[in-house]
């Protein structure tokens, strides 16, 4: 299904959940089974919020918000504070998820997909990576 946003899509996030099955090593201890979930969005930059002073942003970080375009909503692993690999405009960096508030409108998540903000950290300098 696609949404409105969908012709914009500039982002791809690539974040690391837990398997839905558990895995256990040769001596019996569950190992870490971290698997991609890649999501397509439409990112765009926004004014910073009132930051706080234990906020933990670096003032070079870019704020943005969008929506998922592809699935329509994040994994429910997915926490605030979480990284994810991010690609945005051909661009490479880190992006930092924060929680968006959420619609009192249960359907627009499935019609418009889930909001989505958070921080854009820069992975590479001029000349190579950082």
Do not use: W
């Amino acid at each position: 299904m696609s949404t409105p946003f969908s012709s914009f899509q500039n982002a791809t996030l690539t974040f690391k959940v837990q398997g839905s099955e558990p895995v256990y090593g040769d001596y019996g201890h569950l190992v870490s089974d971290l698997q991609s979930f890649v999501v397509k969005a439409y990112l765009r930059q926004s004014a910073r919020p009132q930051p706080s002073l234990f906020d933990g942003a670096n003032q070079e970080d870019i704020f943005v918000e969008g929506r998922c375009i592809s699935p329509l909503t994040l994994h429910p692993d997915i926490q605030p504070e979480v990284f994810a690999d991010a690609v945005v405009n051909g661009a490479s960096y880190k992006f930092r998820y924060q929680p968006a508030v959420a619609s009192p409108f249960f359907a627009e998540n499935q019609i418009l997909g889930q909001k989505i903000e958070g921080y854009l950290i820069r992975t590479t300098t001029m000349g190579g990576d950082a």
